[in-house]
C-alpha cells in the first residue's frame, strides 16, 4: 500500500495541525501498517488530539494514539473476521487482547503444517505486533549469523563439508598494475562519495510488462543497432558509400550487415552470412567465404563491416573486415576530478555453496565488509540460486521471496557497523526475481531511514559512476554464451577473453549476441533502452564461470571476478587514481587473493 508523506501533512495542516520529518514517517508507517490511507489516518488522528485535548503532535502523541485507539480497533477488526470463520476453529473466540490474536495465528500455523513435510527443528518465528515492535537497536544488536538462520527455512541445513576444510586463505593469486604497497583498505563510506546510475537515455528503475513484443519489433531494433554502428564505421574509416547485398559486382564491394549462421547448430568458418542492413540490402542474406581473411573474430548478432568481392551475388569473398570503433571515455567535471581516494569491494553469487543451503561464505563476506570497511561494496546475484540442488527439488520450507528478503536484510544490518555503501545488482539465477533482459531492480519496501542513504538497488545490467570512475555492472555470464559461439582464426597468440570483452566494447552491447542463448530471455524494446553502453567504462566487471582475470582492453580495466563459492576463490582489488581528465588503466591496482574459497573485489584509489 503507497502513502504519500506529503497528502498527510496536507490533510493535517487543514486542522492547523504541524508536524516534524520524524512524526510525518511515523504517520506514514502507522498508515501502512493499519492499512489506513491519510485522508482517514488524518481523520482519526485529528479526533484523538481533539479527545485528549493535545495541542500538538509529538511521537510521544503517536506512540499513545497507537496504543489507546489503533491496536484497540486492530482487536475489534479480528474479533469480527474470527466470527466469519468460526468453522476453522473449535468454535467463536473473544479476541480480546493482541496475545490472543497471536494464538489464532499459531493455531491456523499448526493447521497448515500438519499438511506439509515435518521440518527438522522448531520453525517458531519472533511475532512482532504493535504493542511489542521490534525496535531498532535490537535489530542492529543481532550478528548475522542470528538475522540469518538456514534452519528457518531449509530442513536439511548441514554445514559444508568442502568449505569447511579449505585452504590458502589470503594469498595472492593473481595481480594487475602497481599492487605492491597499496592499503587495501576503506573509510567505510565517512568520505565523500557521488554515485550515480547512468542511462542511454535514463536508467531501468522498475519492473515494466513484458512477454508482449511482436516480431517485427524485434526485427526493427536489430535494424537500428545495425543502422547506428554502420554510421559510426562509415564515418570513422571515410567509407563513401554501402553497396547493396546481392547486387554482383566485378570491383571489390563494401557491405554492412549483421553475422548470422546458416542453420540452427553452431557458427563455423562454413556457415557464416552477412545479413545485410534494411536501408541498402532490405535485409537480405548472403554466404560468406572467409578463406581470405588471415585474421577474423565473428560470432552471431555482431554487426560488422565488410569489404569483398561478390562477382554472382550469391557468395562474398571476404578481403577485410573493419574493426569496430568504441564509444569515447566519461569525461568528469571538476567536482568528480577533485575527490579523494576510494575502494570498492566486488563480490558475485551464489553465496551458497552447492552441497549446502547454509550462507557460510556469505556471513564470511560481511565479516570482510567489516573488517576492510569499503567505502562501496557492489554484489550481483545470484542470492538464491535457481540452479541450487535444494531450490530445483522445492525442500525449502519458506517462500522464494521470504527467504531473499531475509538474505538481504542479513547483509544490509550486518555491515551496518562498516558504514559502507552497498550496490544490489540483480541475476537471472534469482529464483524469486523476474526472469527478464534487462532486469529491473530488485524491491524492497521495508528499508530504515538509516538504510537508504547508503542502499543503491540497480538493474541489471547497470551503467555505474563512483566519483566520475564509471564501472560497467553486469551478472550475466557475456563470456561463457559468447565463447560458445565465437569463431576466429589469427596468425599469432589470440586470447579468446580479450577477443569477447573488445567486442563489447565494439558493439557498444552489454548483450551484443543474437540469438541470445536459451535460457536468457530478452525484451528487446527495453534491451534496446537500457542494455546499450552509454560510454566506455573506465571498469567493466562482468563475472563469469570461466577463470578470474583482470585485463586492459581498449583503455578499460575487465574483470572477471568469477563465483564467491566456486573453485579455487580469488579476491580482488583496483585501486582506480585520477590522472588528468579520466582514470587510466596504468592508475589502476588489483589483486586477486583466496579469502575464503570465494572471489570478491576491492576497488579503490592509490
Known amino acids: ?289 572467409l578463406s581470405e581473411l588471415k585474421e577474423y573474430s565473428l560470432f552471431p548478432g555482431q554487426v560488422v563491416v565488410m569489404e569483398g568481392i561478390n562477382t554472382t551475388g550469391r557468395k562474398l569473398v571476404a578481403t577485410r573486415l573493419y574493426e569496430g570503433v568504441p564509444l569515447p571515455f566519461h569525461q568528469p567535471d571538476e567536482e568528480e576530478g577533485d575527490s579523494e581516494q576510494f575502494m570498492v569491494l566486488v563480490a558475485c553469487g551464489p553465496y551458497t555453496t552447492s552441497d549446502s543451503i547454509t550462507f557460510d561464505p556469505l556471513l564470511d563476506l560481511i565479516t570482510i565488509i567489516n573488517r576492510d570497511r569499503p567505502d562501496v561494496c557492489i554484489l550481483f546475484g545470484p542470492f538464491l540460486d535457481a540452479k541450487h540442488e535444494q531450490v530445483e527439488s522445492c525442500l525449502l520450507t519458506s517462500s522464494f521471496e521470504d527467504v531473499f528478503k531475509q538474505c538481504l536484510r542479513t547483509i544490509i544490518e550486518g555491515t551496518r557497523s562498516s558504514g559502507s555503501h552497498l550496490i544490489f545488482v540483480p541475476s537471472l539465477r534469482d529464483v524469486h526475481h523476474e526472469p527478464v533482459y534487462p532486469q529491473p531492480p530488485f524491491s524492497c519496501s521495508d528499508l530504515l531511514r538509516e538504510d537508504k542513504k547508503r542502499v543503491r538497488l540497480v538493474s541489471e545490467p547497470c551503467t555505474l559512476s563512483i566519483n566520475g570512475v564509471i564501472f560497467g555492472l553486469t551478472s550475466t555470464d557475456l563470456l561463457f554464451h559468447m565463447g560458445a559461439e565465437e569463431i576466429s582464426s589469427s596468425s599469432g597468440t589470440s586470447d579468446r577473453f580479450s577477443r569477447i570483452l573488445k567486442h563489447i566494447l565494439t558493439q557498444r552491447s552489454y548483450y551484443p549476441l543474437y540469438p541470445p542463448q536459451e535460457d536468457v530471455a530478452i525484451d528487446y524494446e527495453n534491451f534496446y533502452l537500457y542494455a546499450q553502453l552509454p560510454v566506455t567504462p573506465d571498469v567493466f566487471i562482468a563475472p563469469s564461470e570461466l577463470r578470474y582475470f583482470v585485463k586492459d582492453i581498449l583503455g578499460c580495466v575487465c574483470v572477471n571476478p568469477g563465483r564467491l563459492t566456486k573453485g579455487q576463490p580469488p579476491k580482488r582489488a583496483l585501486s582506480p587514481d585520477r590522472k588528468e581528465s579520466r582514470t587510466s588503466p596504468e592508475s589502476i591496482a588489483a589483486c586477486l587473493l583466496p579469502v575464503f574459497r570465494s572471489v570478491s573485489s576491492l576497488l579503490g584509489r592509490k
Not at 511521537?59 to 484497540?72: A, R, V
Not at 494464538?103 to 518465528?125: F, M
Not at 586463505?169 to 604497497?181: K, L, P, Y
Open 1 to 289: 500500500m503507497a502513502v504519500s508523506a506529503q497528502l498527510l501533512v496536507e490533510e493535517l495542516h487543514i486542522f492547523g495541525l504541524e508536524c516534524e520529518e520524524a512524526v510525518t514517517e511515523k504517520l506514514v508507517e502507522l498508515c501502512i501498517l493499519y492499512g489506513q490511507n491519510e485522508e482517514g489516518m488524518a481523520s482519526e488522528l485529528i479526533a484523538f488530539c481533539t479527545s485528549t485535548r493535545k495541542d500538538c503532535l509529538t511521537l510521544e502523541t503517536l506512540n499513545s494514539f497507537e496504543h489507546e485507539f489503533l491496536s484497540k480497533r486492530l482487536s475489534r477488526t479480528w474479533h469480527g473476521a474470527s466470527k466469519d470463520r468460526g468453522h476453522r476453529h473449535a468454535g467463536p473466540r473473544d479476541i480480546v487482547s493482541i496475545q490472543e490474536l497471536i494464538e489464532v495465528e499459531e493455531e491456523e500455523e499448526t493447521l497448515l503444517n500438519s499438511y506439509t513435510t515435518p521440518s527438522k527443528g522448531s520453525q517458531k518465528r519472533t511475532i512482532t505486533t504493535p504493542e511489542t515492535p521490534l525496535t531498532k537497536r535490537s535489530v542492529s544488536a543481532r550478528s548475522p549469523h542470528q538475522l540469518l538462520s538456514p534452519s528457518s527455512f531449509s530442513p536439511s541445513a548441514t554445514p559444508p563439508q568442502k568449505y569447511s576444510s579449505r585452504s590458502n586463505r589470503g594469498e595472492v593469486v593473481t595481480s594487475f598494475g602497481s599492487a605492491q604497497g597499496v592499503s587495501w583498505s576503506g573509510s567505510g563510506g565517512t568520505s565523500h562519495l557521488s554515485l550515480k546510475v547512468l542511462g542511454h537515455p535514463e536508467p531501468l528503475t522498475r519492473s515494466y510488462k513484458y512477454m508482449f513484443q511482436k516480431l517485427p519489433d524485434i526485427r526493427e531494433v536489430l535494424t537500428c543497432k545495425i543502422e547506428e554502428l554502420g554510421s559510426e564505421l562509415k564515418e570513422h574509416y571515410k567509407i563513401e558509400a554501402f553497396a547493396p547485398i546481392l547486387v554482383p559486382a566485378q570491383e571489390p564491394v563494401t557491405l554492412l550487415g549483421q553475422i548470422g549462421c546458416d542453420s540452427n547448430g553452431k557458427l563455423n568458418h562454413k556457415s557464416v552470412i552477412l545479413e545485410g542492413d534494411l536501408e541498402h540490402s532490405s535485409g537480405t542474406q548472403i554466404p560468406v567465404d
